[in-house]
């Protein structure tokens, strides 16, 4: 990855996650509104920026709007990292997903990509990023033959508890926590390694995101609290690998 706020900051990050983790529980901040950021104009600084993928085919990618921004406010207060309370939309197809060490990405229906989409997030992936895919009810169905066609020759392997993305930061010792009902199935975290590194993680019947709209979904807020502390340990793993 070739952007600034994403080799640039690496050892410093690793010297400030050498600092103590808050451990208090304060009760969440109120959500964080999305604002559209133009990339162009806006300042260029040190702080991680995060995006959004924007994809074809019908589903509902943009549901949920406040759920970045309410994890980034969330994160801020519980972690030593600069990271930008705002976060972009980017199309799968774009080089400009370059520029995010994470990306994420939801939905509940339909989704549509194709050779070009698949090669541009390969090499993405390859090159130091990271994927979070987020099954919003509905998505599992049209989501698995995307990550499919992005890594052929990979297989999706579910994480056990003992994976360091359960406790970079939060311990979650039995692993993934359940956010929403759904079918009632136990949640699963599902990863795909390139060269030993995990650069795709899916969560199945867990759905982070919708305790993250902690404005939109009235979940206990025991509940929304796990959400949003899995979230920093993703994000941490996210800017820290």
Do not use: C
Request: hydrophobic share 35%.
């Amino acid at each position: 990855m070739a952007s600034k706020s994403f080799f640039g900051l690496v050892s410093l990050i690793f010297i400030s996650l050498l600092l103590a983790f808050p451990s208090d529980t304060t009760s969440r901040n109120q959500p964080v509104e999305h604002q559209a950021v133009d990339r162009n104009t806006s300042s260029q600084d040190d702080r991680f920026r995060i995006a959004r993928i924007r994809y074809r085919g019908g589903g509902d990618w943009y549901n949920d709007p406040s759920a970045l921004t309410n994890l980034a406010d969330f994160a801020v207060r519980y972690i030593p990292i600069s990271i930008d309370r705002t976060y972009d939309d980017v199309d799968m197809g774009s080089r400009d997903i370059f520029q995010y060490p994470f990306l994420f990405m939801t939905g509940h229906g339909n989704i549509d990509v194709n050779e070009s989409e698949a090669a541009n997030m390969r090499s993405y992936l390859d090159n130091g990023g990271f994927l979070y895919i987020d099954d919003d009810y509905g998505f599992d169905p049209y989501v698995r033959p995307v990550i499919q066609k992005i890594f052929p020759d990979e297989d999706l392997v579910e994480l056990p508890a003992s994976y360091p993305i359960y406790s970079m930061v939060f311990d979650f010792p039995d692993g993934l926590p359940k956010i929403h009902e759904h079918d009632g199935k136990p949640p699963q975290g599902f990863g795909i390694f390139r060269n030993g590194r995990l650069v795709l993680y899916y969560t199945y019947e867990s759905n982070l995101a919708d305790g993250w709209a902690y404005d939109v979904h009235d979940n206990p807020e025991h509940i929304t609290e796990k959400a949003l502390r899995m979230g920093v340990n993703l994000l941490v793993y996210a800017f820290t690998r």
